[in-house]
C-alpha cells in the first residue's frame, strides 16, 4: 500500500511510520523536516497547515493521520486535494467526559472533561469534522499509550527513580488504576482495520485489564532488579507536581477492540522494551522536574 502518516518523528507516529514501513509498503511521512526521519520511509516536508497543492491529486491507500489535534488540523489535510482510500484518526479517551458511566464505551457521549480540558474538546471537534467530511473514516481512541520510543516523562520517571535506589511518592495508597496500551498493539490494531475493514468506524482500544499505581511502578522498578520503596503522600499536594498522571481514574470498554485483535503484550514485556530502549536514548525524552520537587519539598516533611 501506499501509505500517507502525519507526523514520523515522535513515539507513536514514529513507531507507526516503521511498523508499515517494515511490513513492506510505501511510506510517506508527512512534516516540517525538523527531525530525524524514520528509517525507510519518504518525507514530504510541509506543514500540514500550508500545503500549496502540495499533495494536491496525489493518491494514498490510506491516510494514518497521528497528530491532528483540532478540527482545522484535520480541515486542512483534506482540503489539500489528496485522494485517499481509508483515513483513520488517532484520537484520544480524553473525549469522554469523567461524568460518564464507566467502562466508557463509544456509544457514549463525548463532552468536556474537566481533567483534559480544551485538549479533549479539540479531539472532538476533530472527530466531528473528519466524520462530517469522511463519513467512513475510522477514530481510535486509546488510553495511556507505553512502550519504546515514548518521549513522554512516564514509565521514564520511574526508571529513574529506580536507578538512583530512590524511595518512590506515590500519591495517597497507590491504589488508583491505570490503563496501558502498547504502542506495538496500535500499529498492529491499525493494520488489522485496513485489512478487514469493520463496519464499526469508533473503537476504544487499550488492555483489558487495568493496573494499580503500586503495581505499574513496582514493575518499572522489577525491569532493573529493583523493589520499590513506597512513601504515601496524603493531603491536596497537586498530584502533577510529582508525579507523572493525574489524580483521574477512567478506564475503556475494549469489546470492540477484542473481536479484531487478540494476543497483546504483556505489560512486564512492554516495559522491558521501554527500558531497553531509553538506556541509549535519554535525551530523546521530555524530561520533567519531579525528583527536583521531591527533594525540595518532600525531604523534611517525610524525613520526620
Same mark, same amino acid.
Given at each position: ?46 506543514? +500540514? @497547515?500550508?500545503?500549496?497543492? /502540495? ?5 494514498? &491507500?490510506? #491516510? ?5 489535534? %483540532? ?124 485489512? +478487514? @475493514?469493520?463496519?464499526?468506524? /469508533? ?5 483489558? &485489564?487495568? #493496573? ?5 511502578? %513496582? ?86
Amino acid at each position: 500500500m501506499r501509505i500517507l502518516i502525519t507526523g514520523g518523528t515522535v513515539f507513536v507516529s514514529q513507531c507507526v511510520a516503521e511498523y508499515f514501513s517494515e511490513k513492506g509498503n510505501d511510506v510517506f511521512v508527512l512534516n516540517r523536516g525538523t527531525r530525524p526521519q524514520p528509517e525507510n520511509c519518504y518525507c514530504i516536508k510541509a506543514d +500540514r @497547515h500550508f500545503l500549496h497543492g /502540495i499533495l494536491r491529486n496525489t493518491y494514498f &491507500d490510506a #491516510i494514518l493521520d497521528m497528530t491532528a489535534y %483540532s478540527a482545522d488540523d484535520i480541515k486542512d489535510l483534506l482540503d489539500s486535494g489528496v485522494r485517499f482510500r481509508d483515513y483513520i484518526f488517532l484520537s484520544s479517551s480524553a473525549v469522554y467526559p469523567e461524568t460518564n458511566a464507566r467502562p466508557f464505551s463509544e456509544n457514549q457521549s463525548t463532552g468536556r472533561n474537566s481533567f483534559w480540558g480544551d485538549y479533549g474538546l479539540n479531539k472532538i471537534a476533530a472527530e466531528q469534522m473528519l466524520l462530517e467530511s469522511v463519513p467512513n473514516a475510522y477514530i481510535v481512541r486509546p488510553p495511556y499509550l507505553y512502550g519504546a520510543k515514548n518521549n513522554v516523562y512516564r514509565e521514564a520517571f520511574v526508571f529513574d527513580c529506580a536507578e538512583l535506589d530512590r524511595k518512590f511518592y506515590v500519591p495517597r495508597d497507590g491504589k488508583m488504576n491505570l490503563q496501558f496500551f502498547n504502542v506495538l498493539d496500535l500499529c498492529r490494531f491499525l493494520e488489522v482495520i485496513l485489512q +478487514r @475493514h469493520p463496519s464499526d468506524r /469508533i473503537f476504544n482500544v487499550g488492555n483489558e &485489564d487495568s #493496573i494499580s499505581i503500586r503495581d505499574w511502578v %513496582s514493575l518499572c522498578y522489577g525491569i532493573i532488579g529493583k523493589s520499590c520503596e513506597f512513601v504515601e503522600v496524603q493531603g491536596n499536594i497537586p498530584w502533577r507536581n510529582y508525579f507523572c498522571f493525574y489524580d483521574y481514574e477512567y478506564f475503556l470498554n475494549v469489546d470492540r477492540q477484542k473481536r479484531l485483535l487478540g494476543g497483546l503484550k504483556d505489560l512486564k514485556k512492554g516495559l522491558q522494551e521501554s527500558y531497553d530502549w531509553y538506556i541509549d536514548h535519554k535525551a530523546r525524552v521530555g524530561r520533567r522536574n519531579y525528583i527536583e520537587y521531591i527533594d525540595s519539598e518532600f525531604a523534611r516533611r517525610f524525613s520526620k
